[in-house]
């Protein structure tokens, strides 16, 4: 079975709940310390949700230069699955993983409620268990969640096939009603909705789950191809 | 020598500035007329070691930019106030 | 010998001065009448209210701590202890109302990982003077973001609160707070010092100037101009301590971290009094002393005096008992999560005094075996403030009031009444997180929150617990005794719509100023109608906080004892049910349709209160209503255990009265009802508790079962069709109640 890192900064807080819904779908999941650099031993990594450093400067700002960032910038460019989840987007895009950048929501306060995501590409690690047009509910949590980029940046998104999940009801102003991304070659992937927090109908929805199954089978693969490269 | 510096980091033109335009459409309510283009931003006080203020300057610029502001969205201007 | 001036500027009266001189048998200092001003302030020493606490209930089979610690504990099965405690933090927000929310967020959390428990989520009750005035508006925004700020960056979901606009509050907001956590059971500890020459460590942030005398000066003293703390601003605002959320993370996780590798022997947190209070009480608990050195006191800015540094109400900052041996791996710990660590003081044995009885004594030095700078009994400060019996006073136009019943009140125009009473709060909960953990199964906004017994580091158990938090001052201003039994009522009756039987209480009593005879009498009235209740119900009140002297200009507001009730659900696998009934279930009310001794009560409900009417008879405290209670709880729990129900949706009777409940599952569902025969406006906003809308697929069989356990039901009618008749009186379409309600707020608050 794969292994998926759960890269906790000091002020990050869904780290538990990561572990646990990964857990759940039969995944195994580890805390990782952000003073770690050597993130071999994993074949997926998850930056979660919270409020990594406080937030303090901006949301990811002084995370980025944690010493675990340099291993996952390494893993990124091998392919390995990264998920951003939240906080974990606002740190992907600091760190010049995934493009543009999030904002202060529109309406200036934080926000915690379901949203409708809608499906728009499967060609990601985040993504690839589901259809495109599937309506999913899965709730955010954030203040700084309006995504923002350039025109040109917006252009190559659509381009790329890289706009993973939009909102069919923006909540927080978003440019193009993103939600998540992920990066040209798919494996990279940050969102502000938590998948985690819609695991079961006891909690409000399950809708998270088709997302976090396609991430481990994601990891599953790259478990697999890293064996045959290990076993000539 | 000691420089004290000055950071501001504001939001590129055309980013939108929602705290900006909430406070621009606060403003007559308050009985200010006549003002407007109102974008909000950081302020960032440090004291750097330098030789000289060009090189305060070129220190706290890099800082600027790597740190202090996100230059996707951001731009930073760099004042060298005079010696701390 | 003090020259007067200083001890009263300090707070304390003559008097107590005269006690402190005879615990001394000197004159104190300055620096140790400095740290009894803090310790016997009101708010630390609860020197007005404690003769009346005692005749709480305060023991069951499932308590394992109750009040006077930290947090009351519970057994709440599987291994697994519940943790609860309730605060105010009224003043402070009231002169800045982000800070002095967050701050008041800080504490509560400390307290509850302070007994071992990780924090599992906040309840705040808000109360505000009316949203259209713009001091209200900026204290409710203010408060509501330092709420957020705080709660969900410290990663602790807030899961509800309640949210009441009345003219009392305009100059005196409430902002109380209440945290409950959990911990296995064989983790609990307690803050006392124990093992003499064992080191204190203090924990955290740096100390500073921010809230100096926070207790005796904002916390223990009304506000004496007639716009309250506008006034004082300006003056008072240097004691407002700043919160720091990430530090708060950050020693959360390393406190825990040190309870369970067993590095610590005791703890406590900084609280009001800062380290006067922490090092007294846990040498007062532990029958032993304490020797501190202010100068190992890390500090945020150089030039603190000593009492400075003994006062300060820093935020963020804990007091560790720790063992010699166990120092070293206690500060890799705390390097690990960036939490700085400084050896501050030692255990000291107790001394004999002049009876040859040992004491332990707080030691204040100048360097560890420096000069002493302040020598005074543990136990003095923390247990011996003098305790008052002050006058009481039944209010003179009491009865005037009684007699001055609401029943003569025309219905006038019932829909706009009806309109008038739904508001959505989720404009306030919004910003809270109220999800993490992944334990929220019913979350902000209905009458209870239902959480899963889960967290990290607990062991497993498919139970789950429910938490409500409930006031009413409109019944209390009537009559502080029946109308806090109502409020227990109320809570419990808020607890069964998720299914949860009532386990334990906290109570936060916001009174008026304690020096006012009226005021006093309030508060031993709803403490005796706390008790009487808490008996009546079977549970145990665990813990506690008082705040007095919420008045300005001279008016007290009316006495708002806060509840905030823990229940708890055997089996929580599904969902209870919502306010969501669907077309065709038959709708019925349970519990008494009746109340007595007048049947349909409109004392202290919102419609008398709309009117100006401020009198009048409460409805009794109705054993039949607490029977429907457990009753509905049953159903209900059935339904979270997996079992198979025909009930659809389920919601008391509260706050606006029937009318207001049917409206509010009428929006929920958007589906409307018809109900033929109201016996008048008055039995459509009567607010007496423990009567329950329920809806059925089959009305029968629930009529029957109620029957059986003697709780009366009466069916309504059927849910269906897009609009909402109550007899003759109104008739309204239920897009109309549903936009009404989600919009209210917002617009009130000109949002």
Redesign the interface.
């Known amino acids: 079975m794969s292994r998926v890192g759960v890269v906790v900064f000091?002020?990050s807080?869904?780290e538990?709940?990561v572990v646990?819904?990964l857990s759940a779908l039969g995944g195994r999941a580890e805390l990782v310390?952000h003073a770690e650099t050597d993130l071999s031993a994993y074949d997926a990594l998850v930056l979660p949700g919270?409020?990594a450093?406080?937030?303090?400067?901006?949301p990811g700002?002084?995370a980025r230069?944690s010493p675990v960032m340099e291993a996952v910038a390494a893993a990124a460019e091998a392919g390995r699955p990264v998920l951003g989840i939240c906080n974990g987007f606002q740190v992907l895009?600091?760190a010049g993983l995934l493009?543009?950048?999030l904002?202060?929501?529109?309406?200036?306060?934080?926000?915690?409620?379901p949203t409708t995501l809608v499906v728009v590409s499967t060609r990601s690690v985040l993504t690839r268990a589901a259809h495109v047009g599937d309506e999913l509910v899965v709730?955010i949590?954030h203040?700084a969640g309006?995504y923002?980029?350039?025109d040109a940046t917006y252009r190559a998104l659509l381009e790329g096939d890289q706009v993973v999940l939009r909102y069919a009801d923006n909540p927080n102003?978003s440019r193009g009603d993103i939600a998540g991304i992920a990066n040209a070659a798919g494996n990279v992937v940050g969102l502000m909705p938590?998948p985690?927090?819609a695991?079961?109908?006891?909690?409000?929805s399950a809708d998270g789950r088709v997302l976090l199954e396609g991430f481990l089978a994601a990891a599953d693969d790259a478990a697999a191809s890293a064996r045959l490269v290990a076993a000539p | 020598m000691e420089y004290a510096v000055r950071v501001e980091v504001t939001l590129r033109r055309?980013?939108?500035d929602?705290?900006g335009a909430?406070i621009e459409r606060a403003l007559p309510a308050l009985g200010f007329s006549g003002v407007h283009s109102v974008r909000t931003g950081k302020a960032f006080s440090l004291v750097v070691e330098a030789d000289s203020a060009e090189d305060a300057r070129e220190v706290a610029g890099a800082l600027a930019t790597r740190?202090?502001s996100?230059p996707?969205?951001e731009d930073a201007a760099v004042t060298v106030v005079g010696v701390a | 010998m003090s020259d007067g001036a200083l001890h009263r500027a300090l707070g304390l009266t003559d008097d107590e001065y005269a006690l402190v001189e005879g615990v001394l048998k000197r004159a104190p200092n300055h620096l140790e009448l400095a740290m009894f001003a803090v310790m016997w302030s009101e708010h630390c020493s609860y020197k007005s209210s404690r003769i009346h606490l005692r005749r709480l209930p305060t023991s069951a089979p499932w308590v394992l701590v109750g009040p006077g610690e930290n947090a009351g504990v519970i057994d709440a099965g599987d291994g697994v202890a519940i943790a609860l405690r309730i605060e105010s933090h009224n003043h402070p927000s009231a002169i800045e109302p982000y800070q002095g929310a967050a701050t008041g967020v800080g504490g509560i959390l400390r307290d509850v990982f302070t007994m071992g428990a990780r924090p599992l989520a906040v309840m705040d009750p808000l109360f505000f003077g009316p949203p259209d005035d713009a001091r209200s508006r900026w204290l409710v925004e203010g408060v509501v973001?330092g709420i957020?700020?705080y709660g969900?960056?410290?990663?602790v979901p807030t899961i509800g609160g309640e949210l009441t606009f009345d003219e009392g509050y305009a100059q005196n907001p409430l902002v109380n707070v209440l945290c409950v956590g959990a911990l296995p059971r064989e983790r609990l500890v307690l803050g006392r010092a124990s093992g003499v020459g064992n080191l204190a460590v203090l924990l955290g942030s740096r100390t500073g100037r921010d809230g100096i005398g926070g207790v005796s000066v904002l916390a223990s003293a009304g506000f004496s101009g007639a716009d309250g703390a506008a006034s004082l601003d300006d003056e008072k605002r240097p004691s407002v301590q700043v919160g720091?959320?990430?530090?708060e993370?950050?020693l959360i996780e390393a406190c825990l971290a040190l309870l369970d590798a067993g590095l610590v022997v005791g703890i406590q947190d900084l609280g009001g009094a800062g380290l006067t209070c922490a090092a007294s009480e846990t040498a007062a608990r532990g029958g032993v002393g304490m020797d501190l050195d202010f100068t190992a006191v890390p500090l945020r800015e150089a030039g603190l005096a000593p009492w400075e540094i003994m006062t300060s109400e820093s935020q963020e900052r804990m007091l560790a008992i720790v063992r010699p041996e166990d120092l070293a791996a206690l500060e890799a710990l705390c390097a690990?999560?960036?939490v700085r660590c400084a050896v501050v003081g030692r255990v000291s044995a107790p001394v004999a005094d002049a009876a040859g009885r040992p004491v332990g004594m707080v030691r204040v030095r100048e360097g560890f075996d420096g000069p002493v700078l302040a020598e005074v009994p543990a136990v003095s400060l923390a247990d011996e403030a003098p305790l008052y019996d002050r006058p009481r006073a039944r209010p003179a136009d009491l009865d005037a009031r009684r007699d001055d019943d609401p029943a003569d009140e025309p219905a006038g125009d019932v829909a706009a009444e009806l309109l008038a009473s739904l508001v959505d709060p989720a404009w306030v909960?919004?910003?809270?997180?109220?999800?993490?953990?992944?334990n929220?199964?019913v979350g902000p906004g209905r009458d209870a929150a239902l959480l899963?017994l889960a967290g990290?580091g607990l062991p497993a158990s498919e139970r789950g617990f429910a938490l409500t938090t409930d006031s009413n001052p409109r019944w209390c201003a009537i009559d502080p005794r029946a109308g806090t039994a109502l409020t227990l009522l109320e809570a419990i009756a808020n607890l069964a719509c998720v299914g949860a039987t009532p386990a334990a209480v906290v109570n936060c009593l916001n009174f008026g100023n304690p020096e006012h005879p009226e005021v006093m009498w309030q508060l031993s009235e709803a403490v005796d109608g706390l008790a009487e209740a808490c008996v009546a119900a079977g549970v145990p009140v665990i813990g506690g906080n008082v705040s007095l002297y919420n008045e300005s200009g001279g008016r007290d507001i009316d006495p708002t004892p806060v509840l905030g009730v823990v229940g708890l659900v055997e089996r929580?696998?599904?969902?209870p049910p919502g306010w969501t009934w669907r077309e065709g279930d038959a709708v019925v009310l349970l519990g008494p349709r009746e109340a007595r001794p007048d049947p349909f009560p409109l004392a202290g409900s919102l419609f008398a209160r709309r009117r100006g009417r401020r009198g009048g008879r409460l409805p009794e405290f109705d054993e039949r209503a607490l029977v429907a209670c457990r009753f509905v709880a049953a159903e209900v729990a059935r339904v979270c255990a997996g079992g198979v129900s025909d009930v659809a949706a389920v919601h008391d009777v509260g706050a606006g009265g029937l009318a207001t409940a049917l409206a509010e599952m009428s929006a929920a569902s958007g589906v409307g009802l018809a109900w033929g025969d109201p016996r008048g406006h008055a039995e459509l906003f009567t607010e007496a508790p423990g009567r329950f809308v329920v809806a059925t697929r089959d009305p029968a069989a629930l009529v029957e079962a109620a029957a059986g356990a003697g709780v009366e039901a009466t069916v309504l009618g059927l849910a269906a069709g897009a609009r909402l008749a109550l007899g003759e009186m109104c008739d309204l379409a239920v897009a109309d109640l549903a936009e009404r309600r989600a919009s209210a707020l917002a617009r009130a608050l000109g949002r």
């Open positions: 000091p002020g807080n869904c538990h709940d646990a819904a310390w919270g409020f450093h406080g937030d303090y400067l901006r700002a002084l230069f895009t600091e493009p543009g950048a904002q202060k929501n529109r309406g200036l306060t934080f926000l915690c409620q709730p949590n203040f309006s923002v980029c350039d102003g938590h985690e927090r695991l079961h109908a006891l909690l409000g | 055309g980013i939108a929602p705290e909430t740190l202090l996100n996707v969205i | 973001a957020s700020g969900n960056s410290v990663g720091d959320p990430y530090e993370k950050r690990r999560w960036e909960y919004r910003q809270y997180d109220s999800q993490l953990f992944l929220t199964v899963r990290p929580l696998v599904a969902p």
